[in-house]
């Protein structure tokens, strides 16, 4: 079976930094491009980051220069590195597979306080 666990989250002041992880489970995970989700109070899930096999990476407009999505291939993990934190940040993170979608885990809660 497929699984992703997420974990990290938590309370944080604005400006302020956490590390999220995503351990995957039941994949090939070296193959995959896997990427970060997030999904706000009120809001449709939106893409936040991603990496591909080859290391290279892209990120959503109101994250870039902020956050930096790097991969452990040997312990099946994608990590979310956030700083500078703004309350607009605060959400549910996910990771999933970029282009093969796999089902989503429990996601963890980010919330950044003004």
């Known amino acids: 079976q497929v699984q992703l666990v997420e974990s990290g989250g938590g309370l944080v002041q604005a400006g302020g930094s956490l590390r999220l992880s995503c351990l995957a489970s039941g994949i090939r995970f070296s193959i995959h491009d896997m990427g970060w989700y997030r999904q706000a109070p009120g809001n449709e899930r939106e893409w936040v980051a991603s990496?591909?096999?080859?290391?290279?990476?892209n990120y959503a407009d109101s994250v870039k220069g902020r956050f930096t999505i790097s991969r452990d291939n040997a312990r099946n993990t994608v990590s979310l590195q956030m700083s500078s934190l703004k309350p607009e940040d605060t959400a549910v993170y996910y990771c999933n597979s970029r282009f093969v979608v796999m089902n989503w885990g429990k996601g963890t809660l980010v919330t950044v306080s003004s």
């Open positions: 990496i591909h096999s080859d290391g290279s990476t």
